[in-house]
């Protein structure tokens, strides 16, 4: 099939795989751009427009009054105010990538209908239930889009849950609440390092579970290193990643991104250079609090008062408008009449995106690190290997220096200047490792350094359970090949499960079990069960039940205090503390979650109970994909959690797994839930969910010969 479309540099070819993935081939960077931009939106056009309208708190207008609140958040944080002062202040090449992806963009929706902004039956079905056709791309919209993919991934969250926890139990309970499990970790830097002195508290993610690791060639099969991993975020229908291949005389680049956002700033590789990233958990938000309730008047650190509010009106599908007043301050946007959030993101000038074109021609690891220094969000663990044999980590990110750590720690007074930034840490002063002498790098969302003097990164981490498994399996990896990458993705073996089994090997459902949270397994349903009754039983007994509503643990999502008390239950039964039991005994809890566990189950095995249950955002039955069962839980390297008060279904789990050969790219491989396509009638909306189900990778094609041999469909745009 043949299109001429007007603005090109010459012919675009655009091939697809197997699995519908778009391997474009440009003549010109310009074109390149202008390609990925035209398939992005050929595959995922409403989900663009989708993150779009709800990045500017106009996702009511289709979801209808549960949509309100999220609405309000986003139209007080002005997410478009700061993309657009952002937009002027990028690099030449940053704001050229942008215009070029804009055109591609545009251009779809000028074959889908009559012209940008048109209905038409070409065009994706949900625009047809919702009544609203697209609106044409402007080139800010994807800094927008980019920006409320990570807003609600900042510390804000964990600061306001100490804060509501604090409420409930009193300061000193808190912080022995949170700190529980502190010990334990291993560092990033040095990789494996233990951190038996003071360590930082660490939270349990919703959504997180991400990992990443990278093996030299002396642990490999090729003698060239591996590099892999898997994110993990809320499963959604369309996935948030985007499968595809981009090539120019420039760069040649495959990898996943983020539709409606040039390039590839998260996972791929060039002919010469892999990359990937987890979440760094980095302390990039602070959140300041009126001391007059109803409303944050103090002066700001700038001696400036805060402006007045303007009012908004959210219009609702189904409902009747709802007036809301915005306002920001000298700390930062209002998110609420008494709070204040300050993120590194939108704080000051942004030019993040200005790494996102210098990245793709990269040639080394350090070429790529250098590369990274205008980079702001998301903080990321950035690890990279390179065709000379060498292997990376890199913190990258904007982190505040603060002058009082309190600020760390939980919502702090607005009118204290002391409370204010002083700056960000140095680029050079960024965790950074090349060729450790062990021959491996990874990152699971653990604590960043071992060392005691460094910067201050964050206050917050993931348990390490994950982080000790991957480095208990690649460790000790010699000849290492894809298909083991593949197999540590899916590594379901629990190292708490194990422990809590052993306290109680005498309830006859957890004799004899191996930790092993295997879908097929009724011992992993019976101890899944049975850790959520004790969670919901502690939340009960502390007090915390009566706050697990509370506004400012709603506020962002991202954290569940029902999830996070899990982590404290299982160190105080294991550590007998039963400070938090409200008089009662561990016993006696214990033996009330027992007759809960076993009342609430029918002998499911644990993938039954554990199954995915994505849902399209407009709930129409006909776009939600089919549930499938699921291993693992939110401490396995395959990490998938639920949320306890709402059950046991997979709410987040991995949204990409890849492991990239260097040796030859061509035996690279990926795999994402659901497919390549956002179409839900679409061939490839669900044709990679079994391979990403049951932990297998699927071919990802990248020299010319593997790309044609694998075409399954073939488009030209010409100039015309």
Not at 219 to 244: C, F, K, W
Not at 373 to 388: G, M
Not at 685 to 702: E, I, K, N, S, V
Request: hydrophobic content about 40%; proline content about 8%.
């Amino acid at each position: 099939m043949e299109l001429r479309i007007a603005g090109l540099d010459g012919p675009i070819e655009v091939l697809r795989d197997g699995l519908g993935v778009p391997h474009c081939q440009a003549v010109s960077e310009h074109d390149a751009f202008f390609a990925q931009g035209f398939v992005h939106a050929a595959d995922r056009l409403w989900q663009m427009d989708y993150d779009r309208r709800r990045a500017v708190g106009r996702s009511a207008e289709i979801l209808g009054p549960s949509a309100v609140a999220a609405d309000t958040l986003y139209r007080r944080l002005d997410l478009a105010g700061s993309a657009r002062r952002d937009l002027a202040g990028l690099s030449v090449a940053a704001r050229d990538m942008l215009i070029a992806y804009t055109a591609g963009v545009n251009a779809l929706l000028a074959t889908a209908g009559d012209g940008p902004g048109t209905a038409s039956s070409a065009l994706p079905p949900e625009f047809a239930v919702t009544g609203l056709p697209p609106q044409p791309w402007e080139p800010w919209h994807s800094l927008l889009v980019y920006r409320v993919r990570h807003v609600t991934m900042g510390s804000a969250s964990h600061k306001l849950w100490r804060a509501v926890v604090g409420e409930a139990l009193g300061p000193g309970a808190a912080r022995m609440m949170v700190t529980a499990g502190a010990g334990g970790q291993i560092s990033c830097v040095p990789p494996g390092a233990r951190c038996d002195g003071p360590v930082p508290s660490w939270v349990g993610l919703d959504d997180g579970g991400s990992n990443n690791w990278a093996l030299a060639g002396r642990r490999t099969a090729s003698g060239l290193p591996l590099l892999a991993g898997d994110p993990h975020r809320p499963l959604e229908m369309p996935n948030v990643y985007i499968q595809g291949h981009v090539a120019c005389p420039e760069w040649d680049v495959l990898g996943l991104a983020i539709p409606g956002v040039p390039g590839f700033p998260h996972f791929g590789h060039n002919d010469r250079v892999a990359w990937c990233i987890t979440h760094a958990m980095a302390d990039d938000q602070d959140v300041y609090q009126s001391a007059e309730h109803g409303g944050l008047r103090e002066v700001g650190s700038e001696g400036q008062p805060d402006e007045p509010p303007r009012a908004e009106l959210i219009d609702v599908r189904g409902g009747t408008p709802v007036r809301i007043d915005v306002r920001t301050s000298s700390r930062g946007p209002l998110i609420t009449d008494e709070l204040a959030l300050a993120w590194t993101a939108t704080a000051t000038l942004n030019t993040g995106f200005d790494a996102f074109p210098a990245m793709l021609r990269v040639r080394t690891v350090g070429d790529l690190f250098e590369t990274m220094r205008p980079w702001v969000e998301p903080a990321n663990n950035l690890l990279a290997a390179d065709r000379d044999g060498s292997i990376g980590y890199l913190t990258r990110g904007r982190i505040p220096v603060r002058s009082r750590f309190e600020a760390a720690w939980a919502p702090v007074p607005a009118g204290d200047a002391s409370y204010g930034w002083r700056g960000f840490v140095a680029f050079a002063d960024m965790p950074r490792l090349q060729d450790p002498e062990g021959g491996f790098l990874f990152s699971a969302n653990n604590r960043i350094l071992a060392a005691d003097d460094a910067p201050y990164l964050s206050l917050d981490m993931a348990a390490p359970w994950r982080a000790e498994r991957i480095v208990d399996s690649i460790s000790s990896m010699s000849g290492a090949t894809v298909d083991d990458m593949a197999a540590l993705h899916r590594d379901v073996l629990s190292l708490p499960a194990r422990r809590i089994a052993r306290l109680l090997s005498d309830w006859a459902p957890l004799a004899g079990w191996d930790g092993q949270l295997t879908a097929h397994s009724t011992a992993a349903a019976a101890y899944s069960l049975l850790r959520r009754e004790l969670a919901l039983l502690v939340l009960e007994r502390s007090g915390l039940a009566a706050f697990v509503e509370h506004p400012w643990n709603r506020l962002l999502p991202g954290l569940r205090a029902e999830s996070v008390v899990w982590r404290v239950a299982g160190d105080h039964l294991e550590a007998g503390d039963e400070s938090l039991l409200g008089g009662w005994s561990w016993q006696r809890t214990l033996t009330e979650a027992v007759r809960r566990a076993e009342a609430a189950w029918g002998g499911e095995p644990w993938g039954d109970l554990h199954a995915t249950g994505q849902r399209h955002p407009l709930r129409h039955a006909e776009f939600d994909p089919p549930s499938v069962p699921y291993g693992g839980d939110m401490d396995t390297v395959q990490a998938s959690s639920y949320v306890p008060v709402e059950g046991l279904r997979t709410v987040s789990g991995s949204v990409a797994r890849y492991a990239f050969d260097l040796a030859d790219w061509d035996r690279s491989a990926w795999v994402v839930p659901l497919g390549a396509a956002g179409d839900a009638a679409s061939p490839h909306a669900t044709d990679q969910q079994d391979a990403w189900r049951t932990g297998r990778l699927l071919p990802a094609p990248y020299s010319p010969r593997a790309v044609r041999a694998a075409a399954r469909d073939r488009l030209t745009l010409l100039p015309g």
